[in-house]
């Protein structure tokens, strides 16, 4: 979804608040940066994992964990 779409549906400190309750910390100097970033925002990567090796496209090998991200 494009990031209009993203801050028409949520709130950044609303993200924050979800986040922590999961142990995820975020720190943004903005709210609305955290709800153009909202993780509902972006397509669910093993579905696209999924279609691209169906499609010939790529092969799966690993599955990989998110231990941080650091954007900027």
Do not use: F, N
Request: aromatic share 2%.
């Amino acid at each position: 979804m494009s990031r209009h779409q993203a801050l028409k549906r949520w709130r950044g400190r609303d993200v924050v608040d979800e986040l922590a309750a999961r142990g995820i910390v975020i720190r943004s100097p903005t709210a609305r940066g955290v709800a153009e970033e909202a993780p509902g925002a972006y397509k669910d990567t093993a579905a696209v994992v999924e279609a691209a090796h169906a499609a010939g496209l790529a092969r799966k090998v690993a599955t990989l964990v998110p231990i941080i991200c650091i954007k900027g």
